[in-house]
């Protein structure tokens, strides 16, 4: 069992910051490989938007480069998408997800979502 709990969303102008985080709890049977932030419109499919995986190896979503940041502090089980230059498109709900293996299985889970709103 792996839990996800996210933070950090809210209402923002355009050009602002804000700073989600994503608390992983596994069970011992579970070794988190991979944490990644997924973001979704309504209507639309859900969206990679930036990925660290267990050796440190990071990837972003071209659309996001230079203006998000993903990062992860082991002691508190935690990953955080640091989001600068907010844009109105950048608004969506933004969900953690993240691989667990688990017997020599790979598993998916994905955490609540959190609600992002950029006005213009």
């Known amino acids: 069992q792996v839990q996800l709990v996210e933070s950090g969303g809210g209402l923002v102008q355009a050009g602002g910051s804000l700073r989600l985080s994503c608390a992983a709890s596994?069970?011992?049977?579970?070794?988190?490989?991979?944490i990644a932030w997924y973001r979704q419109t309504p209507g639309k499919q859900r969206d990679l938007v930036a990925r660290i995986n267990s050796g440190g190896g990071i990837n972003y979503a071209d659309s996001v480069k230079g203006r998000f940041t993903i990062s992860r502090d082991n002691a508190k089980n935690t990953v955080y998408l640091q989001m600068n230059s907010l844009k109105p498109e950048d608004t969506a709900v933004y969900y953690c997800y993240a691989e667990a293996s688990n017997g020599g299985y790979t598993f998916q889970w994905w955490g609540q979502g959190t609600q992002v709103t950029v006005s213009s």
């Open positions: 596994a069970s011992t049977s579970n070794i988190i490989i991979g």
